[in-house]
């Protein structure tokens, strides 16, 4: 059986940082492309990064530049998003999901583009 979970998730105050990880079983990672979604209350999911298989290569939504960053040890088969100087606006339940392409697709941030997807991990930001 394939599966994704995704852990590190908590309440953070706004400033603070989070370091969420996603680990696979059934399956390594290290063949795949990864990408980041989350989706807030109200709102639909948006992608925020993803990572290249070889970790070569990594995208970001202009919202988390410079905040977030993702990485990947593949010896762990897992992958990780860094986040710093969380916001109240970061708050959403996090999903990490498998891209079957070796490279971030252009459409990285649809969630079409990828096959696989945890059932997620919730982010809150409050003070």
């Known amino acids: 059986q394939l599966t994704l979970v995704e852990s590190g998730g908590g309440l953070v105050q706004p400033g603070g940082s989070l370091r969420l990880s996603c680990t696979a079983s059934g399956f390594t990672l290290d063949k795949y492309a990864i990408g980041w979604f989350r989706q807030a209350p109200g709102k639909e999911r948006e992608g925020v990064s993803c990572i290249s298989r070889s970790g070569g290569s990594t995208k970001y939504a202009d919202s988390v530049k410079g905040r977030f960053t993702i990485s990947r040890d593949n010896a762990k088969n897992t992958v990780s998003l860094q986040m710093n100087s969380l916001k109240a606006e970061d708050t959403a339940i996090y999903y990490c999901?498998?891209?079957?392409?070796?490279?971030?697709?252009?459409?990285?941030?649809?969630?079409?583009?990828?096959?696989?997807w945890g059932q997620g991990t919730q982010v809150t930001v409050s003070s």
């Open positions: 999901a498998v891209d079957t392409r070796i490279l971030c697709s252009s459409r990285w941030y649809e969630r079409y583009e990828y096959d696989y």
